[in-house]
């Protein structure tokens, strides 16, 4: 499936991923490349076939429901870009 | 001391042959003078070395033993090292110092293992070649124009230029396997779960494994006894006993079911892996092994099928990376999406954004069901068809790689010619099967490996059919002169 420049330019911006309208073009190719060949997944038919998201089929496992964490914000956020009273700090969201 | 294994430094450091401060120093010093033309290692940790030799020599002078204890090793810098710098060969994690260790970390320092640094790879484990590392390419040291592999490429290459003894690799689709059998080395991808994948930056959760590259399947065994068991903090760690991966391999071959997939010896193979690979089998069927054809039906659905699961789940795991909490922030943000954006633009190279847009893609509105969910039915196709297998043979043996090792840049400008490289190796990533690649001779003077799949949680039985093949063969012991 080949996909045009207005689609790489709505994924990428899900994606949160600017792109620079020079690059677009040859991202798009590169893309649909990429498309082309995945899609021989197509010719398969795999109707009733259950998908297999893990390889082997775990479930997830619970424990107890205790506090087993110790409180290391300190170390953590040490190595934020920018916080300010224990939160991390964003270009300003509302006016 | 490059020619040395693993196995006989432990002896040595046994018998107070040498210490590891000595060892230490002599691996530091081939890293001085040979890295700078092989660039293997992002970052040398050589005063964290010594120290952690010096303890080892301690323990070992206070009576402990352990096979482990004061061999140095390398680490893929994908594995978090509290407050040493994991980059992920990605200038997104540039300044990324990680307040904790990475399971396999813990458990490696545990066994005394000592560190001297942090191999390259590709940019979040993402390439065949190590040319997508924001710290350029590492190179193979069989010929320093040609290309280690990837991901694990640093890993593989350090090992081959004697760097170490030994490395930690990780393999989504073929990274510890593919390098290993690029550099002439020995590398072990387990089974889905079997070693903690805590601290080792996430690519595709379902698929990664961490696993050793050494320079035989003793060696092997040793590390891989060391990092696998189960680790309560990672949700997908397989709860159950680790086998004992030393005592069984000496195990007689004679009767072993050697199935090989038509579909691995045919078109897009090139000449000369074939008879090298024939040779192998060759040697096996002389230690009592027998041969069967067999079919792997959907092996050619493999890299379509893991070109959407894969990025699918890196598009999800890489959302992390957001300038806000850790690693790399744009100058000057106008607003939170222009942060967001211009951050994962200017920090992320051009594979990752492509597999990040790949996976976008098929997980969004409208093309679910055609690609992530189509993909991940032909996953269970391939794995039936693999569990089928294994009920007429023991081990499953083909090429690692249809070609060895290739210049630099020569298919840096097509991403899919790269991931067809790697046709043998995905699958036993989407099956969650445990695999080797094990150094089966050369092909105009770059080696070949020989691959090995076994059942899940075989490992034991690979190690040793690897093994006995390693005693009637030399070419694990081959080493590029630097």
Redesign the interface.
């Known amino acids: 499936m080949s996909?045009d420049q207005a689609?790489?330019e709505k994924?990428?911006?899900?994606?949160?991923?600017?792109?620079?309208p020079s690059d677009i073009a040859e991202?798009t190719e590169?893309?649909t490349?990429?498309?082309d060949?995945?899609?021989?997944?197509?010719a398969?038919d795999?109707a009733g076939?259950?998908?297999?998201?893990?390889?082997?089929n775990?479930s997830?496992?619970l424990?107890e429901d205790q506090v087993t964490e110790t409180d290391?914000h300190g170390?953590?956020q040490?190595?934020?870009?920018?916080t300010e009273s224990d939160l991390?700090l964003?270009?300003?969201?509302i006016d | 001391m490059s020619a040395h294994t693993l196995a006989a430094l432990s002896q040595r450091l046994g018998s107070g042959d040498v210490s590891s401060v000595e060892i230490t120093r002599d691996y530091l010093a081939r890293i001085e003078a040979h890295d700078p033309a092989l660039n293997t290692v992002i970052t040398v940790t050589a005063e964290q070395a010594l120290a952690d030799a010096e303890a080892a020599d301690a323990r070992r002078a206070a009576g402990e033993a352990g096979p482990l204890l004061g061999i140095p090793l390398l680490h893929k810098d994908i594995f978090c090292t509290a407050g040493i710098r994991t980059s992920c060969g990605s200038k997104m994690l540039d300044n990324?110092?990680?307040?904790y260790d990475a399971t396999v970390v813990t458990r490696l320092k545990a066994a005394g293992a000592v560190m001297l640094g942090k191999t390259n790879l590709d940019e979040f484990a993402m390439g065949s070649s190590n040319e997508n590392s924001f710290y350029g390419p590492a190179r193979n040291p069989w010929d320093p124009e040609r290309v280690p592999g990837g991901s694990s490429g640093g890993s593989a290459a350090a090992v081959a230029a004697g760097f170490a003894p030994a490395a930690t690799g990780t393999d989504t689709g073929g990274s510890i396997r593919q390098p290993a059998a690029l550099c002439g080395i020995t590398g072990l991808k387990p089974t889905?779960?079997r070693v903690s994948r805590l601290g080792m930056v996430a690519f595709a959760s379902?698929l990664d494994q961490g696993g050793p590259l050494a320079g035989s399947a003793e060696d092997c065994a040793l590390l891989l006894q060391a990092m696998a068991g189960f680790d309560?903090a990672d949700?997908?760690s397989?709860?159950r006993e680790v086998d004992d991966y030393s005592s069984g391999l000496e195990g007689d071959l004679a009767g072993l079911k050697i199935g090989l997939p038509k579909e691995y010896f045919g078109d897009g193979l090139d000449a000369g892996i074939d008879s090298t690979v024939r040779a192998a089998l060759a040697e096996y069927e002389a230690l009592g092994a027998e041969l069967i054809e067999i079919s792997l039906p959907?092996t050619?659905?493999a890299?379509?099928?893991y070109?959407?699961i894969a990025p699918a789940e890196a598009?999800t795991n890489l959302?992390r990376y957001?300038?806000?909490?850790?690693?790399y922030?744009c100058e000057d943000?106008?607003?939170?999406?222009?942060?967001?954006?211009?951050t994962?633009?200017e920090a992320?190279g051009a594979e990752v954004?492509?597999r990040?847009?790949?996976g976008?893609?098929a997980l969004?509105a409208g093309y679910y069901d055609?690609?992530y969910?189509?993909?991940?039915?032909?996953?269970?196709?391939i794995?039936q068809d693999f569990l089928a297998a294994f009920e007429s043979v023991d081990v499953i043996m083909g090429p690692t790689t249809p070609h060895p090792a290739w210049v630099l840049g020569d298919k840096a400008n097509d991403?899919?010619a790269m991931?067809l490289e790697d046709i043998y190796t995905l699958s036993v990533n989407?099956?969650?099967?445990p695999g080797m690649s094990v150094p089966a001779g050369f092909v105009d003077g770059l080696p070949v490996g020989l691959q090995l799949i076994g059942p899940?949680f075989d490992e034991a039985r690979l190690l040793n059919i690897a093994h006995r093949y390693q005693q009637v063969t030399d070419w694990h012991t081959r080493r590029p002169a630097l």
């Open positions: 996909v689609e790489i994924i990428a911006q899900l994606a949160r991923i600017r792109v620079a991202l590169r893309i490349g990429i498309l060949m995945v899609d021989q997944m197509q398969v795999t076939v259950e998908p297999l998201a893990s390889p082997l775990a997830q496992r424990r290391r170390e953590f040490g190595i934020a870009p920018a991390y964003v270009p300003k969201v | 990324f110092v990680p307040p889905y779960g379902s309560p949700s997908t397989a709860e959907h050619h659905l890299v379509p099928a070109y959407v598009s959302s957001d300038g806000v909490r850790y690693g922030r943000p106008e607003n939170l999406y222009d942060l967001y954006t211009r994962r633009e992320f954004k492509r990040i847009l790949v976008t893609y969004s055609a690609y969910r189509k993909a991940q039915q032909i996953r269970r196709l794995q991403p899919v991931y989407l099956a969650g099967l899940h």
